[in-house]
């Protein structure tokens, strides 16, 4: 590079340069794949021009290294096309839980079998770039649970085939609990799905769907008071009972009635726990499998309004089913998701983007947030409002929410809703400064970078086709320089990418 001077305005006419926005608040399309989303939205940053030079702190990046567990949702349904045989339908496929570990390095990179992960933040969000794309993950300020869902959807001949995932994790904590660290009021959120197998059917069938609101108060000696606050079904409350507890290595054993329960998986921070569970009952040849998802949260005994000013990640999916007047014989209709990013500023109002949605999103600026004892309250004009729990260290919220609806003459439609929420941890832009094209000798393009990120420098002459340019570059904090020595006489563009590593 032969000089810092700024291209002018001749050469920016001779190369004429569109300038995609590189902002998550701009322009966005709720119902976009995740996957090409997020390749917009955080591996891209596109040539704009400046007329000086933006220097950037050194880049804030937490340390994610320790073992991750994951326990996630995955639901997978068709929706059929309207044809002249019928209307448009979705069809039930099957539902599972699973639960995943992972071993993050020093330098947060990762290994799972053949596939390596390298993450990077960019302002808050948690993205795991690999080789076969980005997602984007919510992180908690302490830097100890994530949240994601998203869609994975197939075309078919007139149908396609959605996977929706719903997913919450946490990082173990590298000692062990004491009774003080886990001692408090538990909620403990659950919702279930049951469905059948028979011999004669080869898919799993919907059967039904529940949730409930349970109270765990883990007494510092040693004793535990459990109580059903709310169910969608009366069939599923329990009455009130009691029994002892205590600290299990990273995780706590509870004992109630000659049965004990482990929970192994609660975070570092010792405020959030994750339970999966599967219960079979046989029933005249044919299984009913009831399998439920629990996110358990130690609240936070009170909640000022200064705890949850800032940015937070959310992640939600709804179900929807119909049933008889009691509620019973329910049918599956189908799910949503959504994942975003929000702002809950002093005046009680929301600022934010949907980053990914499975069908098109409202717009958020009628949303409104409170404090409504200890627990955080949104409301929509028309739209019944939603409580989450807030854990102890004010980072994390989650909640459940349901609501019955007329359908048809005699039935009711259900729409049961599961909702999490992070508080971001103040990090960097992947692109913090603005791009700037250099002159004079070959053509340099330099953009803002983050510490252990490499940067790709490409070029295209139609926004479709990407030649890379050089080698990756280092990010160091600063602003970063590559050379382009073939600068093309017609129309280019340019864009910095996230790369796994060095090599080109």
């Not at 119902?31 to 390749?39: P, T, Y």
């Not at 990082?171 to 003080?180: A, D, E, T, Y």
């Amino acid at each position: 590079m032969q000089s810092d001077q700024v291209i002018d305005a001749d050469l920016v006419s001779s190369c004429p340069l569109e300038i995609p926005p590189t902002s998550p608040e701009m322009n966005q399309s709720p119902n976009q794949n995740l996957s090409n989303q997020l390749q917009s939205l955080f591996l891209m940053g596109f040539l704009s021009l400046t007329s000086s030079l933006v220097v950037v702190a050194e880049a804030q990046t937490p340390d994610l290294s320790g073992t991750w567990i994951t326990h996630e949702t995955e639901l997978q349904l068709y929706e059929v096309e309207a044809t002249e045989a019928g209307p448009a339908t979705t069809v039930f496929d099957r539902f599972a839980l699973n639960s995943d570990s992972l071993e993050i390095k020093s330098g947060n990179s990762s290994t799972v079998g053949d596939e390596r992960f390298q993450f990077v933040f960019d302002n808050g969000i948690l993205v795991p770039v690999t080789d076969e794309g980005p997602l984007a993950l919510g992180l908690s300020e302490e830097i100890d649970t994530v949240i994601r869902s998203g869609v994975e959807d197939v075309p078919l001949d007139i149908s396609r085939f959605r996977r929706f995932e719903f997913e919450v994790g946490i990082r173990r904590p590298s000692g062990v609990f004491s009774v003080n660290a886990l001692a408090g009021r538990w909620i403990s959120l659950r919702q279930t799905m049951i469905t059948l197998q028979s011999p004669e059917l080869r898919d799993e069938v919907f059967v039904g769907a529940y949730q409930e609101v349970d109270q765990i108060d883990l007494r510092p000696d040693g004793h535990f008071h459990f109580e059903n606050l709310s169910a969608t079904s009366s069939f599923q409350t329990e009455e009130p009972f009691n029994g002892t507890w205590q600290p299990a290595g990273t995780g706590v054993t509870l004992s109630a009635g000659g049965e004990t329960l482990s929970l192994a998986d609660i975070s570092a921070g010792g405020d959030t726990a994750l339970w999966l569970e599967t219960e079979v009952f046989e029933n005249g040849g044919s299984q009913n499998i009831d399998q439920s998802y629990s996110i358990l949260i130690r609240e936070t005994p009170a909640l000022e309004p200064s705890d949850v000013i800032g940015s937070w990640a959310f992640s939600m999916q709804r179900l929807n089913s119909y049933g008889d007047s009691a509620g019973f014989d329910q049918q599956f209709l189908g799910s949503q998701f959504e994942f975003g990013r929000i702002e809950l500023l002093p005046d009680g109002r929301i600022t934010g983007v949907i980053l990914a949605a499975s069908e098109p999103s409202t717009s958020l600026s009628e949303v409104t947030w409170s404090i409504e004892g200890n627990q955080l309250k949104f409301e929509e004009p028309g739209e019944p409002s939603l409580r989450l729990r807030v854990s102890a260290g004010h980072d994390f919220a989650a909640g459940l929410s349901f609501e019955e609806r007329p359908f048809f003459l005699s039935g009711k439609e259900q729409e049961y809703g599961i909702v999490t929420a992070c508080k971001l941890p103040k990090t960097a832009r992947l692109f913090p400064a603005p791009t700037r094209l250099l002159a004079e000798g070959p053509v340099a393009v330099c953009a803002g970078s983050q510490v252990g990120v490499f940067y790709q420098l490409e070029r295209s002459s139609d926004l479709l086709t990407w030649t890379a340019v050089g080698s990756p570059v280092e990010g160091t904090g600063a602003e970063i320089c590559a050379q382009d020595p073939s600068f093309p006489s017609g129309k280019a563009f340019y864009r910095w990418r996230v790369v796994l590593s060095p090599s080109p």
